[in-house]
């Protein structure tokens, strides 16, 4: 048969901005460099065991306005008493109140300050959600467990959904980096032109712009997308306009790549295998309990290789309401004429179908939220001759992505999938698409992206475990992948897959496969769905398996097919809690997350049933939560269910960790007397509420440790519940 597919999503790079680098100190010493590839089995071991500062820190999005630059976040280590010993990454590098600006890195840094008796550490990296302190209290440094579970009862059941026999497609090892070479990204200073676009298209023209486009207006900014001139290189021509007054910035567009490990061509005569594989990610999930309460109704949109929109595809069609094309290589921009959104990749098929499949029709596969109406938009270009190993060898401007992304917000979807992004060391944040997602963001649109796929050393990244761009941004769900362990899915046990990006900013890990290579016959290590018909490359085309009609498909493995899996989660959430914020869609999916023992798994394993269930506000029958579920918080109350949380360096209270200890060194001197209490917040609203489990131990001091957190317990809260 012709190939079908094994697309293992490893991220491929994109260009690094100029913004990206650096560090500064204040309080003594140097910034120590970057951590090094060889120090990286050492540094993971000390992630692993450190605190991290992640996501549930970042600062509103308000804050996040940039001007020449993405704002970047600095760290101040601070203590009581001060003057203590700062380290990072090992080396010494001054002492209590120490500040530095980390630089992007393909790992986390580890922070420690040296206490008389005991250190403190904190693994962190380059955030760009503001300021951050890091502060340790040696007086009241207070460590506990995490008691028993008062849990309510859980039945649930496992349908077993078993699709048609797959093939796999191999790909050739990607081109990597680059830059849009058609046009440039310009910030113009509103105040400077008076707010008018005709007086920006005069200084275009004046430097040869053939055609411009405004982007939208962000504060004091107006982002327009520049067409380069015949003979002028990206980078020249951002250099003329940076000589203009009324210019904040000018540079090159990054490509971004979908997220899809390279791998050889594996072609199979017959193309069954010997098994029949079944959707194993959608059981691990829990998704056909998700179903008991919905199939989805919120709009999806899909921005990637565009889908299979072709009368041979019946199990994507008729979900789309609206497809359109954003390819500057294609013009025109935006174009919605039949067609236009055409996969001839097979990279988005398979994104769209793990999201959106129609379900329940006798034929192909399923979705996960797969009454949902879908939003296809195709930002990569038509892989052309000879070149055709794969449409992300050409790479997506993040002008067509910024622009996909305002129209999939124009069109009324409640979630955005992205499986495409760039490492830091290629991509690094770029205004164009910031501001793009931050708008989406804004207008209450969740955004899920691929974590990336550098941690196994595939392509010009190298070894790297920090989270990709556009995934890596504030606010946006990242998404890393698993596999399973085994041959027999009842006794697999599941695994953060070896290619899946982790660290600081990971929100929570789904299905994304992890294969030995081309040949490996274990469907557990892969994630089956569609696949195109309509493949541009000759040799990687898809020879219809024997269904009625014609089932193209394949095995795909990677990030970008674990973000869909949360994709589908999302709009499943949205369709029963339609006004659901995007902050609190992430805390719920983090909270509700499956502890699969792996320190790469960020807040767990998606769950969608217990994510679902939250967002409904169910709590009969819903799996009590696990250890990582909760957090340890010193707390005072005015009243109110609402606890006045006083750690410094967590605002939003310290990760428990797998085996239910935790550690609690951050509370100011200056504080009253607290509570300390181990809360699972269900429906990620801030408030102890029903369907929340709390358990609080004291009173305690910021003076000594508390004795009292030693071991609490925790409930499930009870309607007329009253925090004390």
């Not at 090094?36 to 804050?63: H, K, W, Y």
């Amino acid at each position: 048969m012709k190939r079908s597919l094994f697309v293992f999503a490893f991220v491929v790079s994109g260009l690094a901005l100029a913004a990206c680098g650096g560090g500064g100190s204040s309080g003594g010493g140097p910034v120590p460099p970057p951590p090094s590839p060889t120090a990286t089995p050492v540094l993971q071991l000390m992630c692993n065991g450190a605190i991290p500062i992640d996501a549930t820190q970042r600062s509103p999005l308000s804050q996040l306005r940039h001007t020449r630059a993405i704002s970047q976040s600095t760290y101040t280590f601070s203590s009581n008493p001060s003057g203590l010993p700062v380290l990072i990454n090992a080396v010494k590098v001054g002492a209590t109140n120490y500040s530095m600006t980390p630089a992007y890195t393909a790992y986390p840094y580890i922070g420690k300050i040296q206490g008389p008796a005991n250190s403190f550490s904190v693994c962190y990296s380059q955030l760009m959600d503001g300021n951050h302190t890091v502060f340790y209290n040696t007086q009241s440094d207070t460590s506990g467990h995490l008691g028993s579970i008062s849990a309510a009862a859980s039945t649930r059941t496992f349908a077993r959904l078993f699709g048609p026999s797959l093939v796999r497609r191999g790909v050739a090892l990607r081109r990597e980096g680059g830059v849009d070479r058609t046009r440039i990204q310009v910030h113009f200073v509103t105040s400077s032109i008076r707010g008018d676009a005709r007086v920006a298209a005069q200084i275009e023209h004046s430097e040869g712009a053939p055609s411009a486009f405004t982007l939208g207006k962000v504060g004091n900014f107006m982002n327009r997308i520049v067409w380069i001139p015949r003979g002028q290189t990206p980078e020249s021509f951002a250099a003329k306009f940076r000589r203009h007054s009324e210019v904040a910035d000018a540079r090159p567009l990054p490509l971004r790549y979908a997220q899809s490990v390279p791998n050889d061509p594996c072609f199979v005569d017959g193309g069954c295998y010997g098994y029949t594989p079944f959707q194993w990610d959608f059981q691990r999930i829990d998704t056909p309990d998700a179903w008991n309460i919905t199939h989805g109704l919120a709009r999806v949109a899909i921005v990637d290789t565009g889908a299979d929109l072709s009368a041979k595809d019946v199990d994507l069609p008729p979900n789309v309401i609206y497809q359109a094309r954003y390819v500057g290589s294609e013009p025109p921009e935006g174009d919605n004429s039949p067609g236009a959104a055409q996969d001839y990749d097979g990279h988005g098929t398979n994104v769209s179908g793990i999201a959106d499949a129609v379900t329940d029709n006798g034929y192909g596969f399923a979705g996960v939220a797969f009454n949902s109406s879908l939003i296809v938009l195709r930002i990569f270009p038509k892989p052309q001759p000879p070149d055709y190993t794969n449409s992300s060898s050409y790479g997506a401007s993040t002008a067509d992505e910024a622009m996909a992304v305002d129209e999939a917000v124009a069109k009324g979807a409640k979630v955005i999938n992205l499986s495409l992004g760039s490492c830091p060391s290629q991509g690094a944040p770029d205004p164009t698409e910031f501001d793009a997602i931050e708008a989406a963001i804004a207008a209450g649109v969740s955004v899920v992206a691929a974590a990336g796929n550098e941690r196994s050393g595939q392509g010009s990244c190298g070894t790297s475990n920090a989270i990709d761009f556009p995934a890596a941004y504030p606010g946006v769900i990242a998404v890393g992948a698993t596999s399973l362990n085994g041959t027999n899915y009842q006794s697999a046990t599941e695994h953060v897959s070896s290619y899946s990006n982790s660290g600081p900013g990971l929100s929570v890990v789904a299905p994304g496969g992890d294969p030995t290579g081309s040949g490996d016959e274990n469907v557990l290590h892969w994630i089956a769905n569609l696949y195109s018909f309509t493949v541009a490359d000759p040799s990687q085309q898809c020879k219809p398996l024997p269904a009625t009609p014609p089932l193209c498909a394949a095995l795909f493995a990677g990030t970008s097919q674990a973000t869909p899996h949360v994709t589908g989660t999302v709009a499943l959430m949205r369709s029963v809690h339609p006004s659901l914020s995007p902050a609190t869609v992430k805390s719920i999916l983090q909270n509700t997350a499956d502890n699969i023992n792996d320190p790469n798994q960020g807040f767990g394993r998606v769950n969608s049933y217990r994510a679902v269930a939250a967002a409904a506000g169910i709590t009969t029958n819903v799996p009590g939560p696990n250890p990582l579920n909760f957090r340890a918080i010193a707390y005072t109350t005015n009243g109110g269910n609402k606890p006045i949380i006083l750690d410094e360096t967590f605002p939003a209270g310290v990760p428990v960790q797998s085996d239910g200890s935790f550690r609690i060194a951050d509370v100011p001197q200056t504080a009253p007397p607290f509570n300390i209490a181990l809360w699972y917040d269900a429906n990620g609203n801030g408030i102890v509420d029903a369907g929340d489990y709390f358990g609080s131990a004291g009173p305690c001091n910021a003076t000594s440790p508390c004795a009292a957190a030693s071991k609490i317990n925790v409930r499930l809260v009870p309607a007329g519940f009253q925090l004390r």
